[in-house]
């Protein structure tokens, strides 16, 4: 451990409760995607207060605070921290106003995006940092309430449900040459992964039937209900045609299902996302999914409407980099464990839109314990604050400086070394592909 290093622990340790505070404000009202107005405000009105640079209302919600604008030619590091929750509503720290539940551990990222910030935007630390560093509050990446997402579309205020999508389309990481990313996790430790993940597109399926007295003159009605039904039993029977190997994943929910117990029910609305591990078996599940429900509207003689959408693409193997590596050791101290998983081959079958970015640039994710229960569960705990926030804000914090200490050499290095997946061109092209609006009417 160095001085400057030593120093950033120490300013971390010294702001302990200031950060601890700002997590459990966070935690106590959490937002929704592309809703997170209090929670980016409160991160920009911070960063402020720190002298930095700071831009707002990226893709609606995001906030980028720069520090060292003058080295951003040299290279350009950001620091990721998600803005979004979930809607868990029977969790014991649910946000009744917003409808929104921490229960991913976003806000312990955003915590440690700002308490990395507190010690880099130091004087004496800043100098030793050869390059910028973007501290990028990001939003929406619990991709949820797809109807709401469509309906920003629609007003053109976004095109990809995504945050970290619209962010690239958009250009806001076009300043950008490296990120580092955060999750957190179970247990007491931090570690290191090199699994991926599904990629996936969305959908919101509307079946429009035709209204009637459900006990008088049914015979007058197309039950909508009954056609979506059949639809979701069609799904069901796709199941033994997906390769093990594809990681397909298909969990559609209804979010109308009627109006009144004795109409027939004459719009259904269900939303799905269709997750795999590859684009080609993607867009395969999506065509299934797609034929399934059009048989049930055929079936019963209703009209129905799919509108897919853009969600993740899969997530890349990523070698840990030694230098962040070295930066949990030191933030870890003899206090926790640092584990690096031998896991290169493995498979998560949930999604990010942190394997979009990677498709771009290079991006390092680190993980920091301190949680008990399940991710997306109403019994997700924050049990260790210090593990969770303080750890986290180190590990950011220590992680940068070693990316850009001796002329940024890690980090120019990393650059230099990658090979990106696609353009920005090539990938806004590549989503551009998966939207669609198909209606097939049978009445």
């Known amino acids: 451990m160095d001085a400057i290093e030593k120093k950033i622990i120490d300013i971390i340790d010294s702001h302990r409760d200031e950060i601890i505070e700002f997590a459990r404000d966070i935690y106590d009202h959490a937002e929704l995607g592309y809703k997170e107005f209090r929670t980016a405000e409160k991160f920009a009105d911070f960063t402020k207060k720190l002298g930095l640079e700071v831009t707002e209302g990226h893709a609606v919600t995001g906030v980028k605070a720069y520090l060292n604008q003058d080295k951003k030619d040299n290279v350009s590091l950001a620091l990721i921290g998600e803005l979004d929750a979930l809607r868990i509503t029977n969790h014991p720290h649910f946000n009744k106003e917003s409808q929104g539940a921490h229960c991913c551990g976003h806000h312990a990222q955003l915590t440690g995006i700002l308490g990395a910030a507190i010690a880099l935007s130091d004087k004496e630390i800043a100098q030793s940092l050869d390059g910028q560093v973007v501290f990028f509050a990001v939003p929406a990446e ?128 269900i939303e799905t996302l269709v997750r795999a591990g590859n684009n080609e078996a993607i867009i395969d599940a999506s ?91 109403a019994d997700f705990e924050v049990v260790d604050e210090e593990l969770a926030y303080i750890e986290t804000a180190k590990v950011f914090a220590l992680g940068a400086y070693r990316f850009l200490r001796d002329n940024a050499k890690t980090a120019k290095k990393i650059v230099d070394e990658y090979e990106p997946k696609l353009t920005k061109e090539k990938y806004v092209e590549l989503l551009d592909s998966f939207i669609k609006t198909e209606i097939k009417e049978y009445n």
């Open 287 to 377: 065509n299934k999914t797609d034929r399934a429900f059009f048989a049930g509207g055929a079936a019963l003689g209703a009209t129905v409407e799919i509108e897919t959408m853009p969600g993740y693409l899969p997530t890349l193997p990523v070698v840990p980099e030694e230098d962040l590596v070295e930066a949990a050791k030191i933030a870890a101290g003899d206090k926790y464990n640092v584990e690096v998983a031998d896991d290169k081959g493995e498979f998560s079958g949930g999604s990010t839109d942190v394997g979009d970015l990677q498709h771009i640039q290079p991006v390092y994710t680190f993980n920091t314990g301190g949680i008990e229960g399940k991710f997306h569960g």
């Open 142 to 269: 619990e991709y949820g309430e797809v109807e709401f997402k469509n309906k920003l579309k629609d007003e053109g205020k976004i095109k990809y449900g995504g945050g970290k999508c619209e962010l690239i389309r958009i250009g806001a990481f076009d300043d950008v040459d490296l990120s580092i990313a955060h999750h957190s996790s179970n247990g007491d430790k931090i570690s290191f992964s090199s699994r991926t993940n599904n990629g996936f597109v969305s959908k919101v399926i509307k079946v429009h039937g035709k209204a009637s007295h459900a006990a008088a003159a049914p015979e007058l009605g197309v039950n909508a209900l009954n056609a979506a039904s059949l639809g979701l039993a069609a799904l069901g029977y796709h199941r033994e045609t997906f390769k093990d190997t594809d990681h397909v994943r298909i969990h559609p929910i209804m979010t109308k299902g009627g109006d009144l117990v004795n109409v027939i029910p004459d719009e259904v609305v």
